[in-house]
């Protein structure tokens, strides 16, 4: 049986970033995975400007960058963002196995084995994983035990508990074929009635549809029409750029049975779900103990606001492995706490407020028609929008600037 320092369980890009920072460093480190080849993680692949500041080698995954935005509000209104700094949009196959052939270059032995819960056991001096109902009956033992096994982590619910099904966000979309011609411009549009949003996130051989909900106000039929509705806007804005998003009633039906048809035999469907805690959860919820520690969606780190969980599932993975190298790494629970904790947690009780009212309309709706007609707003959305501006003083950031001439 061979002994590892560190075993993580999960290579998404929480746990193949902690392998190759950790592995770099010399420790000796084995990396799980249980994902079937060529089948992608259900995500929009949105990394913030933040993100790839802080981490620039991203930007050497295969993707595309975004420098505009077309944001709509609940009614439609249009407003168009223009980006100080770049996001990039991957496709997820490409960006996980970026990181993780990062991590096995830096030296970590890298394992295609699903580990649960079961196969999991403690012993004296750390741990002993074994593969369930895998093909081999291959064991390994450790030191460290890292979930970073995503959101629906065995790891995490067997170490810190289930999460209640209230504290799940949903995700769903398709991928879809990029238009014949013209642009394709990426889109997030707040949707009218619902809490959340929809996306359209184009990719270089494809775009990633979708839309991001609370567990509470899911409801399938009526979200997944919705998204059908929003995918027909968007191809239908492709050839006629006076078109509505949100279907109209001059809308041409052959044109839209047309795309219709087309997305109907070629788009492919996906779902999963993102952590969305309570306020409550983050003072209650640890994430690291005596041998073990959570990383990314496993430890519930994702943005209860817009679902973004890559820029967390990274940091959070540097500052566990600053915490274990320096041999300290039960200090990993204080600094992500000091780090985006907080930040964290105040999106949470904005959530409700967010996708709530505000002076008689969607606070989303006000939010974007203050932004057209206020360049200090539109500073502030494209702020938060790059991941630049946090949630602690966004209430401040907006005041000041609506406070500020035009
Ligand atoms: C539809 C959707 C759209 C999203 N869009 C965005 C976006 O645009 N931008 C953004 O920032 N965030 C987005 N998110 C959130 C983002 O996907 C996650 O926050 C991020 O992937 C978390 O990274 P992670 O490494 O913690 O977990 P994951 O990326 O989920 O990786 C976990 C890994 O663990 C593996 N695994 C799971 N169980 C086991 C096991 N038992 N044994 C071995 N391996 C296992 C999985 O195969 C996977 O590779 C979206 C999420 C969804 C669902």
Redesign the pocket.
Known sequence: MEHFEALI???????SFAAELLARRGVKVAL????PEGEP???????TAKALKAWPHLLNAVGRTVDELEMYSPSGKRLHLKLKEPFAIYSRIAF?SYLRDRARAAGAEVFA????ARGIKRTENGWMLKEVAGASDAEWSGEMLVG???????VARMLAGPLPPSEMEV???YRAPLPESGESPTVVAFLPGWIGYAWA?PRLDHISF?I?TTQEAFEHQPLDKLLWDFMLGYYRQREDPRAKLWASRKTDRDRDQRIKAKLGSSAER?A???PGLNDKTWDARRVCGEGWAL????AGF?DPVT???????LRSAELFAESFLAQTPLDYEGRWRQDFGRDLKRASQMRRRFYGNFWGAPFTERMIEFARGHRGIKRVLGDLVAGEQGYVDLKKKLARSALRPV
């Open positions: 369980v999960g290579a998404g890009p929480a746990g799980f995975d249980g994902r993680k259900a995500c929009g692949g949105g990394v996980d084995a699903k580990i649960s970073a096994d995503g959101a629906g982590s065995s995700a769903f979309g996130f979708g991001a996906y999963a779900r993102i990383l990314g969606d496993a994702a679902g973004e969980g890559i820029y967390y599932a």
